[in-house]
């Protein structure tokens, strides 16, 4: 029963430490030794782009968005206070980041809303904003938190959104966590190696017989013969000595007559 359960602790290490250790790699390769983590969306459209503060002010590090437009095309980009954002885009058709996906590193969207969005550059609410051609590059600073980012294209469509979170310390956790992974996938190939070497090392030992000593012609038994073990090793113990003496001759009956006292002629002879 201890095998048994050995041998699942060992198989469940192995298998939590394989799946750790190549998260950790994979985080550690992805988000390189600046602990830079960037995610991105193409939302090929001229709707504005509206990032909450679910979405920016997650993290505490600085968040860098870069929104890039079609060819020939120019960008607004603009931060405010969330309620001013929602107010200005009102209910004109707009995309909406919702979150962001790990494993693809992507920005998760959707489309709402109906009708076209007034001139956003014309609001005064907005606490910082850049209006240019080509890409735009807008830092959000946690201090600042809570904000909403406003992004459209002008004169195209807005090809790509990216937005950038760097932390030194996700490095770290990331290597860590590969080091434990690690760990533990070496602690469960461990124990299933050694129950498969004890099971297949398990030897029956036979009781070893005696081979008794033998005498010699006489009957008689030599001291310093040794006794071997009976496998066809050299034979290491001696025997105390032992004197084996031949049985003794009966007496044979005394067949001489001797005289009768109650025979007064064998008395007289």
């Known amino acids: 029963m201890a095998t048994i359960v050995k041998r699942v602790v060992g198989a469940l290490l192995a298998l939590v430490g394989l799946a750790i250790t190549a998260a950790g790699v ?13 995610f991105a969306m193409h939302p ?43 107010a ?89 966590g590969a080091l434990i992974g690690l760990f533990l996938l070496v602690v469960g190939v461990v124990l299933l190696t050694a129950r498969r070497t004890r099971h297949h090392g398990d030897v029956a030992v036979q009781p070893v017989q005696p081979v008794p000593p033998v005498p010699d012609a006489a009957g008689t038994i030599d001291p310093d013969q040794p006794v071997g073990a009976g496998d066809g090793s050299e034979p290491t113990v001696p025997l105390p000595a032992t004197v084996v003496s031949p049985p003794e001759a009966t007496a044979a009956p005394d067949t001489t007559d001797s005289p009768d006292p109650h025979d007064p002629e064998e008395v007289t002879r």
């Open 26 to 38: 994979w985080f550690a390769t992805q988000l390189g030794t600046s602990g830079t983590a960037e």
């Open 44 to 86: 090929a459209t001229t709707d504005p782009v509206v990032v909450g503060p679910e979405v920016l002010n997650r993290v505490d590090a600085d968040v860098v968005v870069t929104a890039t437009p079609t060819e020939g095309g120019s960008v607004f980009m603009a931060l405010a206070n969330p309620s001013d954002a929602t």
């Open 88 to 176: 200005v885009v009102g209910a004109s058709q707009h995309v909406t980041v919702t979150g962001v996906s790990v494993r693809d590193w992507a920005l998760l969207s959707r489309t709402t809303g109906t009708g076209t969005a007034p001139d956003l550059g014309a609001a005064d609410l907005w606490r910082q904003q850049d209006d240019a051609k080509g890409p735009v590059t807008l830092t959000v600073q946690q201090s600042e938190a809570p904000e909403t980012l406003v992004v459209k294209a002008e004169g195209g469509q807005l090809s790509s959104l990216t937005m950038e979170v760097t932390d030194k310390s996700w490095f770290v956790e990331a290597v860590v």
